[in-house]
């Protein structure tokens, strides 16, 4: 979905038509490279947050959102309007105002002076309390929808700087390309030519909290990597993905938070046993977990690799592929 570059002066906001409905998929993603860093080398102050850089692409398990505008002068106040349709009952994500959707709308609403109304339905596909992005990719689709569909066009930037106060990978998902995000994940740098790969996904009953394992992460010793060091692995990790280089990803791969979660789950142990087991690329926790996912040099690999796992009873279980 294209966004215009520049704000364009309005007085009033005008959808594309007078009931503007257009539906969009939000994809899901990984993190190839997680390194968190010491607070004291951030140049500035993260509230609480941790600095991070981390390398992450989306991957093509999708949730989907419908959005259709409601006009300002329908006489039913053009609230929001939100259906949740979860694919797995059991996920647990909010169907209600609580949801980053309706959170994400609210908030472009009240930033833009927008005062339409929009009836909004979401598909829930990618796991929550997995470090897959669902609930953040879910509030980046409805931003750029709405953008467009209450006609605010806001540039890419601004839309961004909005994102980010939804949450720290909400911007992220904004373009659906890979980047290198850094600060407490806000800050993009969209990486071009990335070569997509093939992956299974875990995703054990278990959901963990992202508050949760940096909170944890404080407490144990020793799993701050530095800017310099991040860098240098970032390079070699993005030069190798361009190239196709399959079989090295895992020399630069990792994931700082994955300890913290280790000691949370015991989940997190077993799945990295089980793929130990099996000959991926490489494998780790996606984000701060508790999905687990492992890089596969083509895909009747990784549809040979998600069967074997299956039979193992460790959960949910995705065949996938980086890209959108
Ligand atoms: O930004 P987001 O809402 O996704 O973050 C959820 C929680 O994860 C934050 O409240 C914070 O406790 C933690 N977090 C962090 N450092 C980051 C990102 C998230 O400590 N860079």
Not at 219 to 236: D, F, N, V, Y
């Amino acid at each position: 979905m294209n966004l215009r570059q520049n704000d364009s002066p309005r007085t009033r906001h005008r959808p594309k038509s007078p009931c503007w409905l257009q539906s969009s998929l939000a994809p899901a993603k990984v993190n190839l490279l997680l390194d968190v860093h010491d607070r004291d080398s951030a140049s500035f102050d993260f509230a609480g947050y941790h600095p991070l850089s981390t390398l992450m692409v989306p991957v093509r398990l999708y949730d989907s959102l419908s959005f259709e505008s409601i006009p300002e002068d329908s006489g039913n106040e053009s609230q929001i309007k939100f259906t949740l349709r979860d694919r797995d009952t059991s996920d647990g994500v909010p169907g209600d105002e609580r949801n980053l959707v309706v959170r994400a709308l609210r908030l472009l609403r009240e930033r833009s002076g927008c005062e339409m109304g929009a009836r909004v339905a979401l598909v829930k596909r990618i796991p929550s309390g997995a470090g897959l992005g669902g609930g953040s990719s879910d509030a980046a689709a409805a931003l750029m929808l709405a953008n467009r569909g209450w006609g605010i066009d806001w540039s890419a930037d601004r839309l961004s700087t909005l994102a980010a106060e939804l949450g720290s990978d909400v911007p992220f998902f904004l373009d659906h390309g890979g980047a290198i995000c850094r600060a407490r994940g806000e800050q993009v740098e969209r990486i071009p030519g990335l070569r997509p790969f093939d992956l299974v996904i875990v995703k054990p009953a278990v959901a963990l909290s992202t508050a949760e394992v940096y909170r944890r992460f404080d407490e144990l010793p020793g799993g701050a990597t530095s800017l310099e060091q991040s860098e240098r692995t970032m390079c070699s990790l993005v030069a190798d993905l361009r190239r196709g280089a399959i079989g090295q990803l895992g020399r630069w791969m990792g994931n700082g938070l994955q300890a913290a979660a280790a000691s949370l789950s015991s989940w997190v142990e077993r799945l990295a046993s089980d793929f130990a087991e099996l000959d991926f690329a490489a494998h780790q926790l996606s984000g701060s977990g508790s999905a687990y996912f492992g890089v596969c040099r083509h895909a009747s690999q990784a549809r040979r690799l998600a069967s074997i796992l299956r039979s193992r009873g460790l959960g949910r279980v995705f065949v996938t592929r980086s890209g959108f």
